[in-house]
């Protein structure tokens, strides 16, 4: 089978690995400005992982087409003869990957597409997956988990304008045995209304919502918080969280406390 993690893979360097005995946040205790900060740092990075592609599953880059990490050649895989206008389906992902001798992952998982289409013409897809990976590297260990429940649509004649809802659970975990201050821990669920997405800008999202619950864990602390997402276009998003306000870049990741 093939899975597309020559690109993930450098990028899970420095994201969390899950401690599942890792301790709530009271929320009704305040939180340091040093530990909010932090979360806000982790829950943006998982967030534009998370949508680039970066932790494996459907990204926005792919429009409303399937994703190059979702496609197998496994045999056991169900499709329709027309994929673009039907649906596909693998619920046996299983997978290897070396580079080098260095990283090393494993990655399994079930995946189901259903497309949509008007006289012939791909024009959204639903998409329920459930994809988990583990592996190590020189220094670390990492695991991810992804499931993802979209709904797409395209917008104009050419789908260059898209719309999502749906959810997402993103959890990303790096443990370092070496720098151990970067060992961190970040299991994100978000619910997205009405992300209304321009390809022809980088797939800008230009307006919509979303709510997230966070639990996370890193060398400043743990937090159990909630929040929401304003996308405000020009790739850009206001995170609220504690009536705590923070600019997101979503290119980037970069946070700016309001």
């Known amino acids: 089978m093939k899975l ?3 690109s993930t893979l450098p990028l899970l360097m420095g994201v969390a690995f899950f401690y599942s005995a890792c301790k709530k946040v009271d929320n009704s205790t305040p939180a340091s400005s040093k ?18 592609g970066s932790l494996g599953g459907a990204a926005l880059k792919d429009g409303i ?3 190059p990490n979702l496609m197998s050649t496994s045999k056991i895989k169900l499709q329709s003869t027309d994929v673009q206008c039907g649906f596909y389906r693998d ?27 008007n006289e012939g013409k791909t024009i959204g897809y639903d998409l329920l997956d459930s994809i988990s990976t583990v592996g190590k590297g ?10 993802q429940n979209y709904h797409v649509r395209g917008l104009n004649s050419n789908n260059s304008n898209f719309s999502l809802n749906g959810t997402l659970k993103s959890y990303a975990d790096n443990e370092y045995t070496v720098y151990v201050n970067s060992s961190a821990s970040v299991h994100n669920i978000y ?13 800008d999202i230009t307006s919509g919502t979303a709510t997230f619950q966070s639990i ?5 602390g743990a937090w159990d918080y909630s929040g929401s997402i304003v996308f405000l276009g020009n790739h850009k998003a206001k995170l609220t969280f504690l009536s705590k306000v923070y600019w ?11």
């Open 4 to 6: 597309n993690l020559r």
């Open 35 to 52: 530990n909010t900060d932090e979360a806000s740092l982790a829950i943006a990075k998982n967030l534009v992982q998370s949508l680039n």
């Open 65 to 67: 087409k399937i994703s």
């Open 91 to 117: 619920s046996s992902l299983n997978l290897d990957y070396r580079q080098g001798d260095t990283v090393r992952s494993h990655t399994t998982g079930n995946i189901n597409y259903f497309f949509v289409c």
């Open 138 to 147: 020189p220094g670390y260990t990492f695991a991810y988990a992804l499931a």
């Open 191 to 203: 619910t997205f209304s009405d992300l209304y997405v321009h390809a022809d800008d980088n797939f």
């Open 216 to 220: 996370g864990k890193t060398h400043s």
């Open 248 to 258: 997101v870049d979503l290119t980037t990741g970069a946070v700016t406390p309001a």
